[in-house]
């Protein structure tokens, strides 16, 4: 069955430095999303991105993040500057249609800032 | 998107149909009701979606009423495995292609016991 894959599974960083989570979406799949959960918190939507572009973003998804799809099959998320707040899990996630139609979810990176 | 209401919790035996309610009274013509699963912090997991039909997969069955406002998710034979928080969610679709991020709330954490 194909599956959303994302790396690291756990990533530690020190509060300032620059985090780059990587996903690879499943290959037909033409949206794709992050989600974060700080733990003990809801799933929430952070960005999607479509045809080379930012589709919708949230409040949260502010100046320090952003996103990419540089080689037509990884999806990047950066975090430029991390806080201790930006701890969280971070799910990719990918789906042939736009919102939620059997959206696919990787297993998420743990990131920790300290 | 229609807001939802889920129970904070609920008990199954092993073997026994889970029926796991939500309520979604606000729920305009063109949105649908999605059904997702998060076992122990892992990525969500889709399970069914349904319009006013009931639909039923290798999954699960979605029964909605007849006035949409409400729906039930049913585990026909739940078991261990399936304890996990359940997430109802209403999404709008816009000429069959759904758009807009999922919105998940805090579920029901449903705890299948042997």
């Known amino acids: 069955e194909p599956e959303v894959t994302q790396t690291p599974s756990h990533q530690v960083t020190q509060m300032g430095q620059e985090v780059i989570l990587r996903c690879v979406p499943i290959?037909?799949?033409?949206?794709f999303y992050w989600y974060r959960q700080i733990l003990g918190q809801k799933v929430e939507f952070l960005v999607s991105?479509?045809?080379?572009?930012?589709?919708?973003k949230s409040e949260i998804f502010d100046d320090q993040f952003s996103v990419e799809r540089p080689d037509g099959s990884n999806f990047t998320l950066k975090i430029r500057s991390t806080k201790l707040e930006d701890s969280a899990m971070y799910f990719c996630?990918?789906?042939?249609?736009?919102?939620?139609?059997?959206?696919?979810f990787g297993q998420g990176t743990r990131l920790t800032v300290v | 998107d229609a807001k939802t209401t889920q129970p904070t919790s609920m008990d199954c035996a092993e073997g026994r149909a889970a029926n796991l309610p939500c309520n979604h009274s606000?729920?305009?013509?063109?949105?649908?009701v999605y059904w997702y699963r998060q076992i122990h912090s892992q990525g969500p997991q889709y399970i069914i979606h349904?319009?006013?039909n009931n639909e039923t997969n290798e999954m699960a069955s979605l029964i909605i009423t007849e006035d949409r406002k409400s729906s039930t998710l049913i585990l026909p034979h739940a078991t261990l495995r399936d304890t996990a928080v359940y997430y109802c969610?209403?999404?709008?679709?816009?000429?069959?292609?759904?758009?807009?991020?999922?919105?998940f709330g805090q579920g029901t954490i449903l705890t299948v016991h042997p």
């Open positions: 290959s037909n799949h033409l949206y």
């Open positions: 996630a990918s789906s042939e249609e736009q919102g939620g139609t059997e959206a696919f």
């Open positions: 349904g319009l006013k």
């Open positions: 991105f479509y045809n080379n572009e930012i589709s919708e």
């Open positions: 969610i209403v999404i709008g679709h816009a000429g069959g292609t759904s758009y807009g991020k999922l919105t």
């Open positions: 606000t729920i305009s013509g063109n949105e649908y």
